[in-house]
């Protein structure tokens, strides 16, 4: 187990932010083939009527369906950014919009036990040289008691109601390197530290040309 340096993490805002880790929140997947399932009574609260499965999904499926979808249980991050930090943001759109609580959502990716692991490749994780896997080292402080990674193969829409049990979340530093490993992943490409200038040599720190500030 490598605990994790205090900078690492933050104290928790007053609502769900980009980098909040929680504990207890469902990971899904849809199986295939899918099994739909339809309501004897549309009409009725979800979870109220009775629900049986469709003999044949060549049935025409409707825009919005129940589908059967395996399940467990374990801790997420939350990817998507928020007001608090953003001026464009996506965790608080659906209040600006005026949504009801019950149909906001954000973007979650699974973490994972470093152990499970075999040593190599625990250790390409923690060096961070394997671009799907970002590693979040141990903080018993916050009840994260071993080192883990978030697997950024998995990144879903999941509703904020079931976003509730926050135990921490990460420092700036530690956002900006999620960022670096988020790009990485996405374009099979690293950002340099650094690039020199062609005509005058003048070495240019590659951060210096992201803006920190909402430019819309």
């Known amino acids: 187990m490598m605990e994790a340096r205090p900078e690492f ?26 099994t739909v399932f339809r309501p004897d009574d549309r009409s009725k609260p979800i979870g109220k009527g009775k629900y049986a499965p469709l003999a044949s999904v060549e049935t025409p499926l409707r825009d919005k369906e ?50 499970r692991l075999d040593s190599k490749s625990a250790q390409f994780v923690i060096e961070g040289r394997r671009r799907a896997f ?39 530093a530690a956002r900006e390197a999620l960022y670096a490993h988020l790009f990485m992943f996405l374009t099979q490409r690293e950002i340099l530290n650094e690039l020199k200038c062609g005509k005058c040599g003048n070495v240019i720190q590659t951060r210096d040309a992201f803006s920190a500030e909402n430019d819309a």
Request: charged share 20%.
């Open 134 to 172: 970002f590693f979040v080292p141990a903080y018993p402080a916050i009840g994260l008691n071993d080192s883990m990674y978030v697997d950024l193969r998995h990144i879903w829409p999941i509703k904020q109601a079931l976003l509730t049990e926050r135990i921490g979340t990460l420092s700036p």
């Open 9 to 34: 993490f933050a104290p928790l805002g007053d609502r769900l932010s980009q980098g909040d880790i929680l504990r207890s929140v469902p990971w899904g997947l849809v199986d295939a083939p899918i």
């Open 66 to 115: 129940f589908v059967l979808a395996k399940a467990s249980f374990g801790p997420v991050i939350v990817l998507w950014h928020d007001c608090q930090l953003w001026h464009d943001c996506q965790i608080d759109k659906f209040l600006e919009q005026n949504k009801p609580l019950e149909k906001w959502f954000t973007g979650v990716a699974p973490l994972l036990p470093l152990d």
